[in-house]
Each structure stands twice: as C-alpha cells, then as structure tokens.
C-alpha cells in the first residue's frame, strides 16, 4: 500500500513521519518525478509504504515542490493520501484538503496539534468537521504521540474510492462543472484521478496536465468554452472564481466548526512578543549577528574544539596502539599503507565530526525554532540589493554547514533565476570540511592570530559571493525574484527530530569518511608510493602523483604555491575538502613541514584559492540533479575555479606589494 | 487604497486583486479573496517585506506584491472580528 503524506509546511508532518517510520527510512527515488523523496514503512510494516512529500500550500504547480507533488499523485498512483493538517490553522490548511479531495484518491485527515487547541483559546467540533469534509479525520499530536494508533489502523481500512464531495452544492460553479463532468472521462480510463481535479485545474490556468493527462485538444477547446462562459457569468476571471468558491466553503465549515475565543492564538501571541525584538526596527540586526556570532563561536570555538580535541587523542592513541600491536616486524609496504595511507588518513577526517555535528544541530534549531524564517524576512531588503532575496540568505548559510544540503534547501524558490543563484553562490560559503584544513594551516603558521585569520576567510567567501551577485544584476539588468514567506510562530524544536537529524548526519559523514575518503586514502597512497614502472618507492617526489601533479604546476604558478604535494592536496580534496588536509598529511609526513614549502603570503593565497575552487563531488552531484544538467553543473564549476584563481592571484600580487 | 497604504495594527477588507499571474494566483490560493479581512502586522527593518495577518495566520509579502491588493480601511477598529 502506498500512501502519501502531505501537509503545508510548518503544519507537523516531519515529525509524523519520524513518529511512524521511526529510524525506518531511506531516499526513494521515482522515476517520472525528479526528486528523491523520503520513505519509510509505517511500525515496520512492509506493506505500508509510507512517502514523505514537501511541504506545500496548494497543488498548482507553481513552485518545484508542487510540481513534484502533485505529478507523485498523478504518476505513482497512491493507494492513500495521509493529510496532515493544523488545527492551530485550520483555514489555510483545508485549501489544500479541499484540493487534495478533488483528485478522487482516498483521502485520511490527520488533524494535527489537537493538543494546542485549548490552549490557543479554539474550540472545534470535530463531528461537524467530519460531516462537512466527508473524509475520516483523525485528531492527534505528532509531537506527543497521540492518536497515531488510530490513524494507522484508519489508514489501512481506507475506502477505495472517495464519494466525491462538495462540488455537487447548489453553486452556480458546481452547476457548470457538472455540465464538464464527462468531457473528460472519455479520454482516460486508466487513471485513479478524478476528472474533476483535471477540471478545476484546466480552470486554473494549469494547462500542463492536460498534456502529462495525453487529454485531447479538443477537450481542452471544450473547457476552455466552459471556463469563458464561467468568466462572464461571475464577471470574474476563472482563476479567482475557483479558488474564492473553495474558500467561501471553507468559511463555511469554519463559521460552523470553529469557535474562537481570542483573535489570536496563543502561540501568536507569544510569537509577537518575541518578534517585537527578534524582527525589531534597531534590535533585529545586533540580534541576528548576536545569534550568528554564538552559532559560529560555539561549534568552532568551545564546544566543537574541545570535544575535537579529546576525539584527537583518542584517534592518535588508537592508531599507535594498532601500529605497536599489529605492525611490529610485518611488511613495510603494507605497514606503510594500513598505518601512513588509511588510519591517519580518516583519522585527520574523523576528528571534526564533533565540529560538524554541533554546526548541524545549531542550524537545525534556527530553522525548526521558526527564526529562520524570521532571518529571511528582515535580510530580504538589503540581500535585494545585490539581486538576491531573503530566501537565499537560508542556503546560503546552511552552506557553512555543507553545499548539498544547501543546494537542496533551494527547491522551494518558485524563481529559477534565483535559485540557479544561490546553487552557484553556496559553494563560496565556506563549508565545514574545509574547516580542518584552515585549522591546521593557521595554527601552523599564525599562532594566536589564527582565529583573525579564519574569520578573514569565512568573510571573503560571503564577500565573493555578494560581489559576484551584484555584478550578474547589474550587467544583466535582473528583475528581482518575488518572495511570500510564512512566518511560523515560534516552536520548540522537537528533540526527537533533531536527534534523528543529528544521526542522519552522522552517519552520512561516517559513510562518506569510511567510502569516499577511505578510497581515497588508498589511491593517494597508491599514487604517491609507486612510480611509473609500480615499483615501490619511498622518496614520493618520484611518484605518481609527483608527475601528475608537476605536470599541471605551471597553472598555480602565479598564485605562490607549485609544489606537486600541495597541487596533489588540492587535487584529491576534489573527493572532498576533508581530504586536502589527510593528503597534505600523508605527503609531508607531518604538517609542520610545510613550513619548508611556503611563507605565510602563499599559505594565505592557497587558503583563499581552497576557499573558491570548485567544490567536492558530492556537491557536484547535488548542484547536476538541482540544475538538471551536466553541463550547466560543470559551468558552475569552471566558473568557480576560475574565481578562486583570480582572487589567489589578485591577492598574492596585492599582498606581495604591501609586504 | 492598496494594503501598502496601511499602517501597522491597522487592518482592511480586500476588494479586489490587480495584476496576474503567478503572484496574483499565489495570493488568491493564500487567502486573499474579496471580503477578507486583512491586517498589517509589521515591516522588515529596512521597509520592505511587510507581514500580514490573514484568515488567522501571518504571512509576509513584498510592498509592490501588496500594493496589488485593493482594500477598503475599516474604520472601526474591532480586533475580535474576522
């Protein structure tokens, strides 16, 4: 059984679908729908397949989440629509149910933050409710729990078919759809859709899934008659009178189904409170850096260092003991890649998942706290000044965190011009795997400055990014992209998400340590202990990787830094930044010895060149499937490079003439 | 007089939507029928989004999006209505 969740954004559904599927998840991915898409099986069930949709407001297909879903319903044929919807909300909430119905799949309404109602001062008869809707609605809270068992066993004695609802009232709407009603059916027959959900979208303008429907020209001249005649009988263009008749029968169901006490709720009005500061005239800014500032300075500074640093030493006794105990009197060659290759490889990788683990979780709690939202509101002036809107300024920063969560987060922007933006913008926001190397690097050569220096670098990369915006809006004249954004009331996060966030990370990063990384210990290793012939060799500067490296040196000349064992670091942090640091490692032994390599001119411009270049594979990979196109990624990338190339070498020349 | 005319905490009933296309469908599906009431809640720092409340949640818009919707000022001001 498939069943589909859906729900607004913001509404719970998160959290219902951890709360079903448990640790029981994994990306699904559809053909025909461009997009991976969470799925789970609901307590285990196999026969209960469970896929977690984005979050939306309506099923014109306006921006990419909409598109996705309602294409799922079209082309994946689920068994059952799971709902979620908000009681603290429910107005908004039903456009969608109300939608949803048309479609003709079965439909199960999990009414959801039951447990806010009282609270909010609303009162709901929920038998009232039912009756209006015609669907089984289900109360319950996501967050505590409640109702789940009763939702799943009403998820599973769904109906076949829905009685089709409320477009057969007295309107005068209802009368002139009734009159379509069988244009359609003679053009598909296979199909669960309703004709009436084809109807109201043909209405609406949306003239797209006529041809994913293969419904004839002629039908669609039939209902194009019917939809002029609507217009001149309301004096009212279609669109309007569509969607108006759906909310004049929810005003309807709410005037007899809720009962306020207050005009706002109660999270409202908390929220309002926190935003007279939060969102204030003169406190907004100075807050948000505050925040910001605390993010960075936590994750980097206190908790990430300290808790590294224990994790450091541990790794380093680990990998002597398993040197001491294993490796005395074996092969050198094989101790040579088990101790040198592998373990002090992922070693310098793995020290950081506590670094990387903190920055997630304080970026998780911005965005399900509901400020994130706030950030999008009072950045979008001045981010429209360099051609950008609020919306970027979110993966933009989860982009400090890493480019292909980043990347993915812009799948809610409905103007592509801004989102081919921000995707090329993110890898200039310096993510946390390269956070290890300016670590090591700056503490190598500027002591106690190091920290100046890495916050110089963490500024350059925004700066760039700006820059490099405001030049495309200037040349190319853009028009600015348009920008409606909910803001949430404020919530506590919920633990449970977060947790299973921080595991999902966590495990992403072990993988990526344990596969890519790993092999990529190995290749290096391979490359730079062998020759051309594959003999072993121990000076490396003979090795493979020496020649490939020498071999495009002249490239990087201009920039300060030639060497073949930094060009070979710079190579392989192509598998991921991580590993420019663990390469670096392996190459000189021990990184103090770059000391003998470069002064602190050309460490800053190799800093700055790693800061811009093109970013690891598995951001390629995220930035191919969001821009649907191999070439348009591989752009992105040239263009980056070339960036860093011109900043390195403006600011090695700069630097060198001030010095 | 649109709803960038209002002034924050000040509210009004929408008349009419202007424009077309995306915008205009996206407020339509957001709520933004004729009859509704509307209020002006606050403005971004730097002038620009304004935040709205409409049919009991907020929602934020830019001023040349809101300056499409036709309103008409309550005088009145009764914060226990719709």
Known sequence: MKIALIGNQNCGKTTLFNQLTGSNQHVGNFPGVTIESKVGYIYKDKKLELVDLPGIYSLSPYSKEEVITRDFLIEENPDVILNIIDATNLERNLYLTLQLQETGIPLVVALNMMDELEKSHLSLNLAHLKEFLKVPIIPISALKKEGLKELVDQVKSVQKKLPICYYYDNSKLSSFIAESKNLIATDNKESKINDLFIITQVLEGNLDIADKYGISQDTIDKLNKLKSKIEQSYNLDCEAVVVDYRYQLIEKIIN???????????????????????????????????????????????????????????????????????????????????????????????????????????????????????????????????????????????????????????????????????????????????????????????????????????????????????????????????????????????????????????????????????????????????????????????????????SISPFFQPLGFNQWEIISALITGLIAKETVLSTLQILLGSIDTIHQLLGPLEVMSLLVFILLYMPCVAAFAAIKRELHSTFDAILHMLLQTSIAWLCSFLFYVIGGLLI | MTIADLKPHQSGIIVRLCGSGYIRHRLLELGFTPKTKVTLQKVAPFGDPLELSIRGYEISILKKDAKLVIIEAIKDENRFNR
């Open chain 1, 256 to 550: 007899s189904c809720l009962k306020r006490e207050t005009f706002e709720t109660e999270e409202q009005r908390r929220s309002r409170k926190i935003d007279r500061f939060f969102t204030n005239r003169y406190l907004a800014f100075p807050i948000l850096f505050l925040i910001l500032g605390l993010v960075f300075y936590l994750s980097f500074g206190v908790i990430g260092n300290t808790l590294s640093t224990i994790f450091e030493q541990m790794i380093a006794s680990f990998i002597s003991f398993i040197d001491v105990t294993f490796f005395y009197d074996v092969n050198m060659i094989l101790r040579s890649l088990i101790i040198d290759g592998v373990l002090n490889g992922i070693g310098s990788v793995l020290i950081f998942i506590p670094t990387i683990l903190v920055l997630f979780l304080f970026l998780s709690l911005l965005e399900d706290s509901g400020y994130m939202a706030r950030i999008a509101f009072i950045v979008d002036k001045p981010m429209r000044f360099f051609g950008l809107s609020g919306k970027s300024f979110v993966p933009l920063l989860l982009g400090f965190g890493c480019s292909v969560p980043a990347v993915m987060a812009t799948r809610t922007f409905n103007s592509d011009r801004e989102r081919r933006m921000t995707i090329f913008l993110v890898p200039f926001m310096s993510c946390s795997a390269k956070l290890p190397i300016y670590a090591v690097l700056t503490a190598a050569f500027f002591g106690n400055k190091a920290p100046f220096v890495m916050m110089f670098l963490y500024g350059l990369g925004i700066v760039v990014a700006l820059m490099f915006s405001l030049i495309v809006k200037v040349l190319f004249k853009s028009v600015p992209p348009p920008f409606v954004l909910e803001l949430p009331s404020y919530r506590f996060p919920s633990l449970k998400s977060t947790g299973m966030l921080m595991k999902e990370r966590c495990k992403d990063f072990l993988k990526k340590a344990f596969s890519i990384i790993f092999l990529a210990t190995i290749v290096v290793w391979f490359l730079q202990s062998f020759d051309l012939r594959l003999n072993y060799v121990t000076d490396s500067s003979v090795s493979l990787m020496a020649m490939m490296a020498k």
